[in-house]
């Protein structure tokens, strides 16, 4: 099946400074989504962005479906950024979405 | 509100024992999706159901069955052949339309002991 890497796994900033998060896949997908894990566990929906480029706030992420990686940027972070980015694939039939392992971000005052 | 609602937030069971989790959605959703999450790791599918009274295995469906009786209830249950059911359990649905994204439920923390 597809295969889905992130990097970097783990990362702390300084609050207030920009980050770039990446998300590599080895075959052509359908669909992608970047989600954030608060500490309580849930999933929250950031972008959809199977191709091209979205900014919503401080946040915004670019896919280069043909190069096969998504970049998940973060600027001017906050404490409340902290938590599990995670980059999720749909590759082939079934709306079935292939996770990476995640990005572990933490700001820091 | 509409939303996806999974309970109980917590659950401890004995080892042996078969475990169902709960998951009901009111965004009317066609498709319904159980994923596991160990500590540190990403989500992993362990089965869906893209309609009422069908349902597929994902790629961990072992020691795992599922029902879709209703279209808004899709209950997990962990069996015992499970050889390690000691996760957290989240549950996402997701619209008809090509472009839908997958919305997720709060999660089910499963502690066998």
């Known amino acids: 099946g597809i295969q889905v890497e992130q990097s970097p796994p783990d990362l702390i900033l300084q609050e207030g400074a920009n980050s770039t998060l990446r998300c590599n896949f080895s075959?052509?997908?359908?669909?992608l989504q970047w989600f954030h894990q608060n500490p309580w566990g849930q999933l929250i929906n950031l972008f959809y962005?199977?191709?091209g480029t979205k900014q919503n706030g401080r946040l915004s992420a670019t896919t280069v479906a043909t190069e096969r990686y998504s970049l998940l940027y973060i600027s001017s972070s906050q404490t409340t950024d902290s938590g599990v980015y995670f980059c999720?694939?749909?590759?082939?039939?079934?709306?079935?979405?292939?996770f990476g392992t995640g990005t572990q971000l933490k700001v820091e005052l | 509100d509409g939303g996806i609602t999974q309970s109980p937030k917590y659950l401890f069971r004995k080892e042996g024992q078969n475990v169902t989790l709960s998951c009901e959605q009111n965004?009317?959703?066609?498709?319904m999706y159980w994923y596991r999450q160990d500590p540190g790791q990403g989500l992993r599918l362990i089965y869906y159901?893209?309609?009422?009274?069908?349902?597929q295995k994902g790629d961990i469906a072992e020691g795992y069955s599922v029902s879709r009786e209703k279209k808004e209830s899709f209950p997990l249950t962990v069996t015992s052949a499970q050889k390690n059911p000691t996760a957290f359990y989240l549950c996402?649905?997701?619209?008809?339309?090509?472009?839908?994204?997958?919305?997720f439920g709060p999660g089910t923390r499963l502690t066998v002991l």
């Open positions: 075959d052509s997908v359908n669909n």
């Open positions: 159901s893209q309609i009422v009274n069908d349902f």
């Open positions: 999720a694939v749909e590759s082939g039939g079934g709306n079935k979405l292939t």
């Open positions: 996402a649905s997701r619209g008809r339309g090509a472009t839908d994204t997958q919305y």
């Open positions: 962005i199977p191709s």
């Open positions: 965004l009317n959703h066609d498709a």
